[in-house]
Every structure is written in C-alpha cells, then in structure tokens.
C-alpha cells in the first residue's frame, strides 16, 4: 500500500516562508510524478504543483506561480514544497499526492496524504 506522509505545516507571518516534505514509500518512487494539492474551508481543491519522476519538469496553479517551488530527492522518497512571501489566502491544508504517471499533469493523481496544516497569520 502507497503511503504519503506530509510534515513542516505550521503557523507563518505573511510574507514568510515555509518548507513542506512529503515521505513516500514504494521502490518506484522516480518513476511516479507528484503533486501538492491544497484545500481551504469553504474552498475546492486546488492545484499547488507537480513534478516530473526525473524531477525535470515542474507545473504550479496561477495563484502561486513564482512564490513556490517544488522539488523531489528520489534518493529519500521525499518531495519538498517551498513556499516564499507567503499570503494569507495560502492558509490551507497541504496535501501531497502520487500519479502513476512519469510525466507530471494538474490531476490524475490517485494516492494521497492525510495533509498537514498551514496557517498564515497577518
């Protein structure tokens, strides 16, 4: 069973940063895309960003393209989303998420993680 564990949540001033990690297992790892997915109360999931297997290809959603950045260490099962100038629309809990593809895409990702909590506070 593919298990996702999402750690490095916490509270934030805006303006700040914040580095989340997500520990998958299984030995295909690099050969699966992966995602981060936020949701807020009252809101649809959303689209945070995605990553080739190879780690070569990066996708992120309009409202934090330039302020995030993800990223994969194949050699830890880990991938990471930083998160710069933070803003308190980002309050939210963050989700990683595995595909079953190589390529990275904004869905069909079919493993997830229970979330970690972000806050941002003005």
């Known amino acids: 069973q593919v298990q996702l564990v999402e750690s490095g949540g916490g509270l934030v001033q805006a303006g700040g940063s914040l580095r989340l990690s997500c520990a998958a297992s299984?030995?295909?790892?690099?050969?699966?895309?992966m995602g981060w997915f936020r949701q807020a109360p009252g809101k649809e999931r959303e689209f945070v960003g995605g990553?080739?297997?190879?780690?070569?290809?990066?996708l992120y959603g309009d409202s934090v393209e330039g302020r995030f950045t993800i990223s994969r260490d194949n050699a830890k099962n880990t991938v990471y989303l930083q998160m710069s100038n933070l803003k308190s629309e980002d309050t939210a809990v963050y989700h990683c998420?595995?595909?079953?593809?190589?390529?990275?895409?904004?869905?069909?990702?079919?493993?997830w993680g229970q979330g970690t909590q972000v806050t941002i506070s003005s």
């Open positions: 299984g030995r295909t790892f690099s050969r699966s895309a």
């Open positions: 990553i080739s297997g190879s780690g070569g290809t990066t």
């Open positions: 998420a595995r595909s079953a593809q190589v390529w990275v895409t904004r869905d069909d990702y079919y493993y």
